[in-house]
Antibody, heavy 121, light 108 residues
């Protein structure tokens, strides 16, 4: 079965950096775009970033552009999110999420991890 | 940014009743709309994609409809496990995709 397991969440101070990771299993990782989506009680669900199946194309929400970097290693079936210059508004539960379609991202999400909590304070 | 407005914020119904949840977009999203269910302490689960397609393993009592700016998720006969929060999400303006604020479906 499809599994996405996030790690790396922590309590950090504003202005610092943090790296989140996601380990995937149960599907052909290299064929799907993978996203990060975050959730807060106040702002709800917010899409953060996507990396194409081959790792070359990457897109970001305006709120994180220039601060966050998404990357993947298809040989290891892992996804990373490097978060720099963290702000209080980045506090959220971060989900690693699989795109529904093989190949180009379709931005509908059929499998979600359980999330990793980032607190910036 | 395309804003999705869900209504009602909270819906109180009994098992066996029919639930009708609404999602309205601030501009047309075609049929590029999905619905997710989230139970307390769990990640969201995809129910419907592209407005009316049920995701793998989703029971037939869940039905999505609509196009353009007005969408509906209908649960024909509520089961106890259906009480949760439901979100809509549009992908028309990718990568600037957006989610609605959610409808809480609670037991009356």
């Amino acid at each position: 079965q499809v599994q996405l397991v996030e790690s790396g969440g922590a309590v950090v101070q504003p202005g610092t950096s943090l790296r989140l990771s996601c380990a995937a299993s149960g599907f052909t990782f290299s064929k799907y775009a993978i996203h990060w989506v975050r959730q807060t009680p106040g702002k709800g669900l917010e899409w953060v970033a996507v990396v194409a199946s081959d790792g070359r194309d990457k897109k970001y929400a305006d709120s994180v552009k220039g601060r966050f970097t998404i990357s993947r290693d298809n040989s290891k079936k892992t996804l990373d999110l490097q978060m720099n210059s963290l702000r209080s508004e980045d506090t959220a539960l971060y989900y690693c999420v699989k795109d529904i379609k093989e190949g180009a991202a379709e931005y509908h999400f059929d499998y979600w991890g359980q999330g990793t909590l980032v607190t910036v304070s | 940014e395309t804003v999705l407005t869900q209504s009602p914020a909270t819906l109180s119904l009994s098992p066996g009743e029919r639930a009708t949840l609404s999602c309205r977009a601030s501009q047309s999203v075609g049929t590029y709309l999905a619905w997710y269910q989230q139970k307390r302490g769990q990640a969201p689960r995809l129910l419907i994609y592209d407005a009316s397609n049920r995701a793998t393993g989703i029971p037939a009592r869940f039905r999505g409809s609509g196009s353009g700016t007005d969408f509906t998720l209908t649960i024909s006969s509520l089961e106890p496990e259906d009480f949760a929060v439901y979100y809509c999400q549009q992908r028309r303006s990718w990568p600037s995709i957006t989610f609605g604020q959610g409808t809480r479906l609670e037991i009356k």
